[in-house]
Structure formats: C-alpha cells, structure tokens
C-alpha cells in the first residue's frame, strides 16, 4: 500500500502546498480564528471527508470512516497563532503573505542548506501540518476509493484557543463536543512541529500567582510601613536559591524548572510604599508533580519565612484567565498543563515507527521544550499521543517563521502510512499510557 500511498501524495501534493500557503495568508490571533474554520470546513469537504462539522466552541471536526471496524485515530492541530511583532524583523517578508521560495534552512542541525519553504506567521505553528494534516484524510478517501481496505476513523480535529496555554479548545472538544456526537478517540498525532521526528511527550506547565503583602505609608515616611517588595526579597532568594536547583530531572524530558517572569506591585505610585507584590512564576513540571506539589513547594518557603518574620504574608495560587472564543463561548481557565511521555515500546509508537521505516523514512525520537495540547490527550486522558510534523520547532514564534514543502511532502506519506498501520493493531497499540 506504500506506493499507492506515494502515488496518491504526488497527486495531492500542489494542492496542499496551496493549501497551507492559503491558511497562512489568513490571519487567525487566538480568539478570531473564524475565517481559518471556514477554510478548513470546505478544504475537507472538497477532499471528500465523510463527515465535517464545527461545534459550538468553534473547534473542527473532519471524519473519514474506514471500510472495516477500527479504532479512532485523531490527527489535531490547533488553529490560532501569535502575533506577528515587529513587521521589521521579518526580513523583506509579509508575515501574511504566504510567499514561497528557495532559502536558506536549517537542516536539522546540520550545516543550512537551500529548500523551498513557505513562509509566515503560523507556518511553523501549525499551519503546514495542518495543511498536511488535513490532506492526510484526503489521502485516506482516494485509497479507499482505489478500494483498499481501511480500517477505523480517521479525525481531523482543528482546535482554537491553543497559544493562551490553558487548553480551552481541546478541552472543550474533547470532554463536551465528541461524547454529544457519539464519538470517542483512542490515540493523537499531534502537527506540533517535530522536524519529521516522533516525539514523545513534554513537561507540564503551572503558572503562579504569590502575593506578598505588606502595608502603605507615605514614600517620605517608609519607616511607617511595611515593603511589600522588601518582604519579598527572600521569598525570591529562596525559589532561586533553594528549590530550583531541588527540583527533579527526568532522563528524557529534562529538568523541572521554575522561572521568575513578571514582577508588580500595588497601588504602583512613587510616593507610596507598596503593600503588595505580585510575583508570576513559571513552572515547569515533570510526570509525578502536579499544580499542587508545585504550589506546596511554595507554600513551604512562605511557612518558613513565616515562622522567622510576624510581619512576612504570603500567599500563591494558580493563575487563571478568561478564554472567549470566536463564537463567543467563555471559559475561565486555569493555566495548569499536566506533564506527559510515552514509551518508546509503547504499542502505538512501534506501530508509527514500523510505518515511517516501511515508508523509507529514518526515525529519530524528540521531546518538545514547550507545552502542547497533548497534556490533555496524553497527560489527563492517557490516550497513546505522538507528535510528527513537517514543522521545525526553532522557527516556532519567531520572524523567521517557515515551513520546508519537502518536508511536507514527506510528512504526508508518513502520516497515511501511521494510520493504515496503527488502525489495524490490536488493543496494546491503544493501551492506557503509564509512566
């Protein structure tokens, strides 16, 4: 089947290259990612997807049904971006404009070499691997259609609200949108960008929010007041000090780490000793710690200055925003995303990386730097979750935003040749992921 599968991408090929060009061309900001719906919507239609719908979160959905009984195999990207920045770092490039041409890439850390890419704000995030994602059910229709025999579901989700980092899209879709429809999933491929590679899984992530208080007097007068940046002081020293270089190492995702980001204080006027300083913590966790051994740990610190200081208050909990969708469905949110890996003798990776070698690929295994979607597939649901993606991450966020058109080409061949292999495994390849 691997050289139909071959055949049928140099057939779709132009056609998805146009296509991920034309969702970076369209401007999707969390919270306005509408129009990239819409696009998705008829793309998938136009390819032949048994079934297409958009649910009240204005998340995506695309079903092709297999000819044969099967599992439920997910492919997911997300559909919003951040913000271009400075138009000026973009080097001659409209960071809309979607322009193709031969550059100067980074060959998966070797010495740069010459490619076509697209390039774009969302090329590299996700918007390639969403293009490649979605012709990857296409790819499924024409296979069926040449009567190959499928088995399971292939479904394409499409999720907004990624970037903000609390998860309200998948969430959404995962626990309201697909047990409405009578659906489930039991595995994920994520587009999140893997430079071909399999990549297996990611820290967490928790945001804090400590309070120190203290109390104002008038900045001629300080004596009559208590600092609350002074009091602060050791609480920073300690977290710096004391529990980062505590914190846990796993032998495949790394170092926990915690990370002092914003720094502010109230009422903010210069003739007034502040009463309050607020401290943002990054925290980046491992499989084994959760947002409440992350904020025990904190909690600790303050006890104990507690104890050495009556005049030393505290307190921190998990931040949380308001999430309102191009639909106008809101969401408080906490910004809590659980940590995750899967094994590489997990039945599902065995299953992508005996299809990547059938395909003449050679498989490499990676772990994201930062925080994906997955941490509810994988990290909450513990359903098998893999990323494999066209994408390279080095250019996620950043002016240089791009996206190689071989790679996507290549990624297309993999990603129908996962499928057609994990969808015909038994129950090991879909087991509950430990760790």
Not at 41 to 59: C, I, P
Not at 268 to 290: F, K, N, Y
Not at 340 to 351: E, L, N, Q, Y
Not at 399 to 408: A, G, V
């Amino acid at each position: 089947m691997i050289s139909a599968i071959k055949e049928i991408t140099d057939e779709l090929y132009p056609n998805m290259v146009a296509f991920g060009q034309k969702l970076v061309q369209t401007p999707s900001i969390s919270g306005t990612e509408g129009k990239l719906a819409n696009l998705d919507l008829a793309e998938m239609e136009k390819l032949g997807y048994d079934e297409v719908f958009r649910d009240t979160h204005g998340n995506v959905v695309g079903l092709v049904k297999g000819t044969e009984p099967g599992p439920i195999i997910m492919y997911n990207s997300h559909m919003d971006h951040v913000s271009p920045g400075d138009i000026t770092n973009w080097q001659g490039y409209d960071p809309y404009g979607g322009q193709i041409d031969v550059c100067q890439v980074d060959n998966q850390n070797k010495q740069p070499d010459e490619a076509e890419c697209i390039h774009g704000r969302g090329a590299s995030d996700v918007k390639c691997g969403e293009a490649v994602q979605i012709y990857t059910g296409g790819l499924l229709v024409k296979l069926r259609e040449k009567g190959y025999p499928i088995k399971g579901t292939f479904m394409f989700t499409g999720v907004v609200q990624e970037e903000p980092a609390e998860m309200v899209g998948m969430l959404h879709l995962v626990d309201k949108t697909l047990p409405e429809k009578g659906l489930s999933y039991d595995a994920m491929v994520s587009s999140e960008a893997t430079s071909l590679k399999v990549y297996c899984g990611h820290r967490g992530r928790v945001e804090m929010l400590i309070t120190v208080y203290g109390r104002t007097s008038h900045g001629s007068a300080p004596w009559l007041g208590i600092n609350a940046i002074y009091k602060a002081i050791p609480l920073i020293t300690g977290i710096k000090d004391k529990l980062y270089p505590s914190l846990p190492t796993d032998s495949d995702l790394g170092q926990a780490s915690v990370s002092l980001n914003i720094i502010e204080c109230s009422p903010g006027a210069l003739s007034i000793v502040p009463d309050r300083c607020m401290l943002s913590l990054d925290r980046r966790t491992l499989p084994g710690e959760t947002a409440a051994s992350a904020m025990a740990q904190i909690q600790e610190i303050i006890d104990d200055l507690a104890t050495k200081d009556p005049e030393f208050k505290a307190d921190v909990v998990v931040k949380s925003a308001v999430e309102t969708s191009y639909t106008g469905l809101s969401y408080e949110a906490a910004k809590d995303m659980n940590p995750w890996k899967i094994s590489k003798d997990h039945g599902f990776v065995r299953a992508a990386t005996a299809a990547l070698e059938s395909a003449g690929q050679t498989v490499n295994y990676g772990y994201w730097d930062f925080g994906t979607d997955a941490s509810k597939t994988c990290g909450i649901d513990r359903k098998p979750t893999i990323g494999y993606s066209p994408m390279q991450e080095q250019y996620a966020h950043t002016p240089y935003d791009k996206c190689r058109t071989d790679f996507m080409k290549t990624a297309l061949v993999g990603n129908a040749a996962i499928y057609i292999n994990a969808a015909v495994q038994g129950k090991e390849a879909f087991a509950k992921v430990e760790w």
